[in-house]
C-alpha cells in the first residue's frame, strides 16, 4: 500500500486525466442579449452554453448541441456543449449566471474572482 503522499499523487492523477480547463469571457450575443435585458431569451440562450474543441468532444462521445454536467470540487451545471476552434483540453463559457456556479468566489487578496483557468469535470448525461 502507498504511503500518504504516493495515494495523493495517485489521486492527482485520476483526476486530472478527466478534467479540462474552464475558461470565461464576453461573446457578440451576449452582448447583444445584455442589451435586451439579462432576463431575456436572447441573453439566457447566448450564457446558457459551454463550447469544446471537436477532438475532445470526439473522445468524449459527446454529439454538438449534447447536454453535459460540468462539475468542479464543489458545484455542479447541466449545459449543452458545442463544437469550437478551441485547443484541446479546454472548454470555454460565456459570462453570466451559469459559469458564475463554477467561478469560486474566492479573490485570492485581488478582489476579482479566478475567471480563468478552472478546473472541471465533463460527465456526459
Not at 446558457?48 to 449534447?66: F, W
Not at 460540468?70 to 485547443?87: E, G, S, T
Amino acid at each position: 500500500m502507498p504511503g500518504f503522499l504516493g495515494r495523493i499523487n495517485m489521486i492527482r492523477r485520476f483526476v486530472l486525466d478527466k478534467k479540462f480547463i474552464l475558461i470565461t469571457g464576453r461573446t457578440t450575443k451576449q452582448a447583444i442579449g445584455m442589451h435586451k435585458g439579462k432576463s431575456s431569451p436572447e441573453y439566457k440562450f447566448a450564457t446558457n452554453r459551454a463550447e469544446m474543441s471537436v477532438e475532445d468532444m470526439k473522445e468524449l462521445g459527446i454529439a454538438d448541441g449534447q447536454m453535459v454536467r460540468l462539475k468542479n470540487f464543489d458545484q455542479a451545471v447541466d449545459i449543452p456543449v458545442f463544437i469550437a476552434q478551441l485547443p484541446s483540453g479546454m472548454i470555454f463559457m460565456p459570462m453570466g449566471p451559469v459559469a458564475n456556479c463554477l467561478i469560486p468566489a474566492d479573490t485570492r487578496g485581488t478582489g476579482m474572482p479566478p475567471y480563468k483557468e478552472q478546473m472541471v469535470e465533463v460527465i456526459t448525461i
